[in-house]
């Protein structure tokens, strides 16, 4: 084991084991912290759902803090918060994620609540109706948020007709039709151990670790076949009119590679060239050249089998055509290479710094563990990817932008008043 004074947060090595029932465990040691940070990761999400059923997968996630085989709701909430510890839930398009941050000394306290909310959950019929009401109001309150609308509609139209495109809250209609059975149903056919993750990092010992999760995850549930398709062309561009709203919100984008995809790295170098923060084209260009938008950025999210790529930005309604040309532009003028050494050489600096800096805290490191070994990435050290990083060249990411940026993979969302 390491020394503490021989350790290098940048050469840190993922260990990694797999249970008798399927289930992966990943840690990393960061032997000079007093915390540990432990997620439990579920394969499932929006992106598992049926026009029918879209949302139970977020309801799914809520109710699982309602009550547990041994604890109420309450003590849930308060079983590591009276530690001064943290404990929290949240759905994605694919993953379920239960983390916990806590001393080192209380990690087995958190594998204990964490496996006993996501194995034994009660869903109580009283509490599903309570919860109803919780869901219907977080649905409205993200109608009041034009960006988060923006993008819901922006996947909507990139994956159209497609689990992926779904609403990851899912709409009111369905979330007042459902009843414990459905939930019920949704966590037996998706919290198997197969589907399972167990991430830490901190002051965790890989062995002991890896002994709690077995203790406390020893089920053997058989893992359910799931069928899945990929999505088929974005629509080119929709537009909504929201009355409601009083500036008009842009998402350009293309369709892109998924998760495992090694151009990952290239693509981080792309999106930081693109809109990475207030030197970036975007900014420069777009907020500081034209005042057109107070808020711009460039975004990358990828998926098991897919992904999306692009920018947003927010701007007066009279200003959406002409906003739409200068994205356009942009995107253009990295496709034709009209990039320069010096600005790569910035743009490299920022991408490493981001990641080192990004990464000095248990929980981002466990995020990164977790998110790996779901998906099935290999995992690497932050100098394996600082290396890869260097190597990157201006013919790289212009080769790049000439796969993604085409018209077949574009797809334009704008909502406007």
Not at 56 to 66: C, G, S
Not at 306 to 331: D, I, R, W
Not at 338 to 355: F, M, Y
Not at 384 to 391: G, L, T
Request: net charge negative.
């Amino acid at each position: 084991m390491n020394k503490v004074d021989d350790f290098s947060p940048l050469t840190t090595k993922v260990e990694r084991t797999v249970l008798e029932n399927g289930i992966r465990v990943v840690t990393e040691r960061m032997p000079y912290m007093r915390s540990a940070s432990v997620g439990v990761w579920v394969k499932t999400g929006s992106g598992q759902e049926t026009q029918k059923n879209n949302g139970i997968a977020h309801f799914v996630e809520h109710m699982l803090f309602k009550g547990s085989k041994k604890r109420t709701a309450k003590e849930i909430a308060g079983s590591l918060e009276s530690l001064g510890g943290l404990i929290n839930g949240s759905t994605g398009k694919e993953l379920c994620i239960y983390n916990a941050h806590v001393l080192d000394e209380n990690t087995s306290i958190a594998i204990d609540v964490l496996a006993d909310l996501v194995q034994y959950p009660q869903f109580d019929a009283k509490d599903v109706e309570h919860e109803k009401q919780v869901i219907l109001s977080e649905i409205v309150h993200s109608k009041e948020d034009p960006q988060e609308l923006a993008f819901d509609y922006f996947f909507q139209h990139a994956f159209p007709d497609h689990p992926l495109g779904y609403f990851i809250l899912g709409n009111e209609e369905n979330v007042k039709t459902f009843h414990r059975d459905d939930l019920f149903e949704f966590h037996q056919r998706y919290y198997t151990p197969d589907r399972l993750v167990c991430a830490a990092a901190g002051n965790v010992n890989h062995t002991e670790f890896v002994e709690l999760v077995g203790q406390h995850f020893s089920q053997h549930y058989p893992a359910q076949e799931i069928s899945s398709h990929l999505p088929g062309s974005p629509k080119s561009q929709v537009t909504l009119q929201l009355p409601q709203l009083h500036q008009s919100h842009i998402c350009f984008g293309y369709k892109i590679f998924g998760q495992r995809d090694e151009r990952r790295t290239v693509l981080a170098l792309l999106d930081v060239l693109l809109g990475g923060g207030m030197s970036s084209r975007l900014f420069q260009n777009i907020r500081e050249k034209y005042g057109f938008a107070y808020n711009v950025f460039s975004f990358a999210d990828t998926m098991a089998d897919t992904g999306v790529f692009g920018a947003y930005m927010a701007c007066h309604p009279t200003k959406v055509k002409k906003s739409l040309q200068l994205l356009e532009n942009e995107f253009d003028s990295l496709r034709n290479g009209n990039i320069d050494e010096t600005e790569l050489a910035d743009a490299t600096s920022q991408v490493k710094g981001n990641l080192i800096l990004g990464l000095e805290n248990s929980s981002r490191r466990m995020r990164k563990i977790g998110e790996s070994e779901s998906y099935g990435r290999a995992h690497q050290t932050i100098q394996n990817i600082v290396d890869k990083v260097e190597k990157i060249g201006v013919d790289d990411v212009v080769r790049l932008a000439n796969d993604l940026f085409t018209d077949e993979n574009k797809s334009i969302t704008v909502i406007t008043p």
